[in-house]
């Protein structure tokens, strides 16, 4: 076969294993070229390039174990100046490549997963990138204020790095093209900042696990197209934020463990209409459950089909994800929601507010939210009985009410569930008979201790 006129070439994703064909940088005609997400091993030279004159688009990162070395003189070496996407993620990379600083036509670069410490000036310099990700590395000090000059960004991830300092206050109004900024998992410290500009695009955002405090800005109400908001994991000491339920495409909220208080609660004309994920576990919400709180979350309410397909995606990058077996990380405080990263679901529809201090009853109108896959009230202060309604949620994947002063009899509609995968009411005053002959019977005691007077199988005898 003669390949010296292709002039494209696309492997992505075909678990292609061994030795990467040198061959293919003889092929004078590519125009792209896109080995990503395989398992080739090898070295690839920045000279190895230089036949390559018309290429645009190069993907060698992903699954690969390639090692991409630039040498150290490159001044010789002509690399083809007009490659517009250049994906060189997870190439065992040091020192960001300096023959990027030549690339004129760059609009979208990849260099995750690699051990680079430091960003070279000239990057901010390269005003027509559209995407720029550099997460997973080593990256350390601050955000430079001239990130903002890169104002064509759509997507910008520089998560999972030893970022330190404020972020730059032009991140919120910068570009009117950027839909994600994901700059979790480092050290920042300091507030959000306030400027969001109106008809702003940005459809995700993601400050998670960082040492950010303050409250959230009320401008994020003029991110009218925003889709995920995750803030997980920081210092913020804030009431709750009601105000994000008139945003008419947010579908994920995480506040998870961080300082928010007082009570949940949504004025009438803030319904969040599309939300599909609240997580506000690990705070110090303080109230009585309401009817009228549920009532919240009534976009959870789905025709009773398994899973329903919904038709308003959730927004990651440019990918959606499906329903992740690994989602829920078993603690001594139940099952704590657990987004791993970039990985969004797509199917998911959860409430998780264990950790907190609240009371009351489990309203009985919960059971109307049955598009429900994750229910976690776990250790809170509830009293009262668990409502029979909960038997209603026949899509129920993780139900968690351990930890907290429920008592009467586990109802017998809960046996129906049989979709239910995990399942924890320890620790409360529960009594009688735990329901035989349906799903319940299949957990083990861990479900059910530290309830003294609840008795059958499968704990065979009173705990």
Avoid at 214 to 242: I, K, M, T, W, Y
């Amino acid at each position: 076969m003669n390949l010296t006129t292709l002039n494209r070439l696309d492997l992505k994703e075909n678990n292609l294993q061994g030795e990467i064909p040198y061959f293919l940088f003889m092929l004078e005609n590519l125009t792209y070229l896109d080995l990503v997400d395989n398992m080739l091993e090898g070295q690839i030279e920045l000279d190895m390039l230089s036949k390559l004159k018309k290429l645009t688009a190069l993907g060698l990162g992903g699954g690969n174990k390639l090692s991409f070395h630039e040498g150290n003189n490159t001044s010789n070496v002509t690399f083809p100046a007009q490659i517009q996407v250049l994906h060189l993620s997870s190439c065992n990379i040091v020192h960001f490549p300096n023959f990027i600083q030549h690339l004129q036509e760059l609009t979208d670069l990849y260099i995750s997963d690699n051990s680079i410490k430091t960003i070279p000036s000239w990057l901010w310099n390269k005003t027509t990138l559209q995407s720029l990700e550099i997460s997973n590395n080593l990256l350390m000090g601050e955000i430079s204020p001239s990130i903002c000059n890169l104002q064509s960004l759509g997507d910008l991830d520089l998560s999972s790095n030893n970022l330190v300092g404020m972020i730059p206050s032009c991140l919120g109004s910068f570009s009117q093209s950027l839909q994600l900024l994901n700059i979790s998992g480092n050290k920042l410290t300091g507030n959000i900042p306030q400027i969001y500009v109106k008809r702003n695009v940005l459809r995700f955002i993601d400050f998670s696990s960082n040492k950010l405090y303050g409250q959230l800005p009320r401008a994020l109400v003029n991110c009218r197209r925003l889709e995920f908001l995750d803030v997980r994991h920081n210092h913020f000491n804030d009431s709750f934020p009601f105000w994000l339920g008139s945003l008419p495409k947010l579908k994920v909220v995480s506040l998870s463990n961080n300082e928010f208080h007082g009570a949940i609660m949504c004025p009438l004309k803030y319904t969040f209409p599309q939300l599909r994920i609240m997580d506000l576990s690990q705070n110090g919400f303080s109230m009585n459950l309401t009817s009228e709180i549920i009532m919240c979350f009534k976009s959870m309410i789905i025709s009773n089909k398994r899973h329903l397909d919904f038709k308003d995606e959730i927004f990651i990058g440019n990918e959606v994800a499906d329903l992740d077996s690994n989602l829920f990380s078993m603690s001594n405080k139940g099952v704590v929601m657990d987004y791993l990263g970039g990985q969004y679901l797509r199917h998911m529809v959860a409430i998780d507010l264990s950790c907190n201090k609240i009371y009351g009853e489990i309203p009985d109108i919960m059971g109307s939210l049955n598009g429900l896959v994750v229910l976690n009230l776990s250790n809170n202060m509830f009293t009262g009985s668990i409502p029979s309604s909960l038997g209603k949620l026949s899509n129920l994947e993780v139900l968690d009410l351990s930890l907290n002063s429920l008592s009467g009899n586990i109802p017998q509609q809960l046996a129906g569930l049989t979709f239910l995968d995990f399942f924890n009411v320890s620790f409360n005053n529960l009594s009688g008979p735990i329901p035989e002959n349906g799903q319940l019977s299949t957990f083990d005691d861990n479900s059910f201790k530290g309830n003294k007077d609840l008795c059958g199988i499968p704990i065979g005898e009173e705990m």
